[in-house]
């Protein structure tokens, strides 16, 4: 049964355009799967997480339909902004920490896990385990920053990539990532 | 006076001159009215979900606290930021600051600068010092972007392309490109996406503004919706972060309520698209991320803020806020001010950052209705309205002495009750005579210059104006 905080990270990421679901573990191979089809991605970048190794999603979501990398993808720059090869990638990411309320995904910079990873691809995939969320910034960020050294680089991810610089009209996909989903997964 | 003033050398005409020629625009008063309009109803559903004034009393608290405890924590940034592996370079101004970054990208052999959106950067006049110096700088901000491809400067802290509609912006990409571009606005912003992959891809630096720096662990944060900020401070092999001396907070806690702030009383949501929280440079055993970073903390007439009567000018956030609340922006747009800073903080900040003899801002402080919409929309609390009052005292002491001796008696005058009494006896015949179906629109004198551009009641409530 999907916890109320899990269900208020979804409502206000899909308020700003972004979508989700709460799964369980057994069920978030085939929930990607699906959300990979449903915006036609050919190659994934999966972040090198002890999560997603647990989950087996490299080994179910390879075969002829796409290209699964895992990070560091060894690709350039050029590759992984989409100007060279496939233009419809995807970004696999584990989220360290999430803010129900506000719908804002955390995502720290790691030795399997790139800055870029999420917003030089054309979509972002999150997962979340429902164990990580927080009513609240400062207590995300407290997690973050009290408990370890600070990463590197903490990014803070609450929608798809969106600019109103044009008559203030909020449109989706200047730089980052098209197309946002997050996978909390219960218990 | 810096040698790098705030306000725009090249911008034409004075601050009368452009306000006028401004007014006369109705495109631009038509994109002005939809975008305050958009703002107005986002801040409202903010007001609705979230007990906004008792966060904004919380904020003014922080911000006050920050700006009292600036040195030390100026000290604990560079100190946490320097164990990191960054850089901190702290520039007394506007001229230190650029030569920094401008030795830095000769040093590194470099020559494209991909840069995300900074006020601080504008401020500094950073793009003219790198291209002086031959660089070639791409904003990547669409809106910046917009602006710098049609040699403009921002009109707004956050929506620097506001005043442009999607057919002047097709223009513009068609000149850059030279190739067709569609003027509806999904296709506009898919054009520049395309675009600036080759920058982001091929830059050397990125360039980064600070929207806020947290002292305890010596992170900077930069708040954006679009994604260039991410990649312009994860791509390039350098990332220089420039920032005003001032925008800083000790821990965690408070950084983490300014950051909800922020996008609420920017963009009217209550959360930004991304933040961005860098602590230094990629970790050796990272495998992106800068291999270098730099802090510029710049003063640029700052620190001489604090502990004056302006000092609760440096609690600005820079959501923009006050200039969509503002009745004089809302008319007019930014770039009639001729400063990065505009609307009711521009009004005060440029002056008061340029020094009381920089008399190129001095009527700025004037530019205003003084009827406090811009306090209360501030989210920090910042009694902007008092403070316009105070700058106006400053610019005045720079006027000529037969003026200042006018004011003072007419001050003077108005204060004695019996004088006062006369002098409304006086104005009210005047009007009698001046008065024309319930207005006078021209003064004799020396006063006509008040009346060149406002025309006075004779009558209370007054008369529709005739057509």
């Known amino acids: 049964m999907a916890t109320e905080a899990a269900q208020q990270l979804i409502a206000a990421l899909t308020r700003r355009r972004a979508s989700g679901a709460v799964v369980s573990a057994d069920e978030v191979v085939a929930a990607l799967d699906r959300q990979l089809d449903a915006w036609n991605v050919t190659r994934v970048v999966l972040a090198d997480d002890p999560l997603l190794e647990q989950l087996g999603v490299a080994d179910a979501l390879g075969g002829d339909r796409r290209e699964v990398l895992t990070w560091p993808p060894r690709l350039g720059a050029r590759e992984l902004l989409g100007l060279e090869g496939p233009a419809a990638t995807c970004g696999v990411s584990v989220s360290v920490a999430a803010v129900a309320p506000r719908g804002t995904l955390m995502l720290a910079a790691s030795t399997g896990q790139g800055r870029a990873l999420d917003a030089a691809a054309a979509y972002h995939v999150s997962l979340v385990p429902d164990d990580r969320l927080h009513d609240s910034l400062a207590g995300a960020l407290g997690q973050v920053y009290r408990e370890g050294p600070p990463p590197s680089a903490l990014s803070l991810v609450s929608a798809p990539s969106r600019t109103s610089d044009i008559e203030k009209i909020s449109t989706l996909g200047a730089h980052g990532a098209l197309g946002l989903h997050a996978l909390v997964i219960a218990g | ?467």
């Not at chain 2, 520049?192 to 080759?198: C, N, P, Y």
């Not at chain 2, 922020?262 to 291999?291: C, S």
Request: overall charge negative; some cysteine.
């Open chain 2, 1 to 467: 006076m810096s040698e790098r003033p705030v306000s725009y050398e090249d911008v034409t005409g004075t601050l009368r001159e452009r306000a006028t020629e401004a007014l006369g625009d109705e495109q631009l008063r038509t994109n002005l009215r939809a975008s305050a309009g958009s703002w107005a109803a986002g801040r409202k559903r903010m007001d609705e979900q979230y007990p906004f004034q008792e966060m904004r009393e919380k904020g003014r608290e922080i911000r006050t606290r920050a700006v009292a405890e600036l040195p030390q924590l100026l000290d604990q940034l560079e100190e946490n930021l320097t164990a990191t592996g960054g850089v901190v370079y702290r520039a007394a101004d506007a001229a230190a600051a650029c030569r920094y970054v401008v030795e830095l990208a000769q040093r590194e052999g470099a020559d494209l600068v991909a840069k995300s959106k900074s006020m601080a950067t504008e401020e500094i006049k950073l793009n003219e010092a790198l291209e002086e110096a031959g660089l070639r700088v791409v904003e990547t901000d669409l809106g910046e972007w917009i602006i710098q491809l049609a040699g403009q400067h921002p009109s707004h802290i956050v929506a620097p392309a506001v005043h442009l509609n999607r057919e002047e912006v097709a223009d513009l990409f068609e000149q850059e490109s030279g190739g067709p571009v569609e003027n509806e606005r999904e296709a506009l912003v898919a054009h520049a996406r395309q675009r600036l992959r080759e920058v982001f891809a091929t830059a050397q630096i990125g360039v980064s503004g600070v929207n806020l720096a947290v002292a305890e662990s010596g992170t900077i944060c930069v708040v954006e919706n679009e994604g260039n900020g991410r990649l312009v401070t994860a791509l390039p092999r350098i990332h220089v972060a420039v920032m005003g001396m001032e925008r800083i907070v000790g821990s965690w806690e408070d950084a983490a309520h300014i950051l909800e702030l922020l996008p609420m009383a920017a963009i009217g949501d209550d959360a930004a698209g991304y933040v961005n929280l860098i602590t230094g440079p990629r970790r050796p055993d990272e495998t992106d991320g800068p291999e270098q970073f730099h802090l510029v903390i710049v003063d640029g007439g700052r620190s001489a803020l604090r502990g004056g009567p302006f000092e609760e000018i440096l609690n600005c956030i820079r959501c923009g806020a006050c200039l969509y609340a503002c009745p004089m922006w809302k008319s007019v747009g930014g770039q009639a001010y001729g400063s990065p800073y505009s609307g009711p903080i521009g009004a005060v900040l440029t002056p008061v950052l340029e020094g009381p003899h920089a008399s190129s801002a001095g009527q700025l402080p004037h530019f205003s209705s003084l009827c406090g919409a811009c306090h209360e929309a501030c989210p920090v609390g910042i009694p902007i309205h008092d403070l316009l009052v105070k700058a106006r005292g400053q610019a005045t002491e720079q006027r000529p002495r037969s003026e200042r001796v006018g004011m003072w008696l007419w001050s003077r005058l108005w204060s004695n009750p019996v004088a006062y009494g006369i002098g409304r006896r006086l104005a009210r015949a005047g009007a009698r005579v001046l008065g024309r179906r319930g207005w006078i629109e021209r003064l004799p004198g020396p006063a006509g210059a008040w009346t060149s551009q406002r025309d006075v009641p004779t009558t209370w409530p007054p008369k529709p104006p005739s057509s």
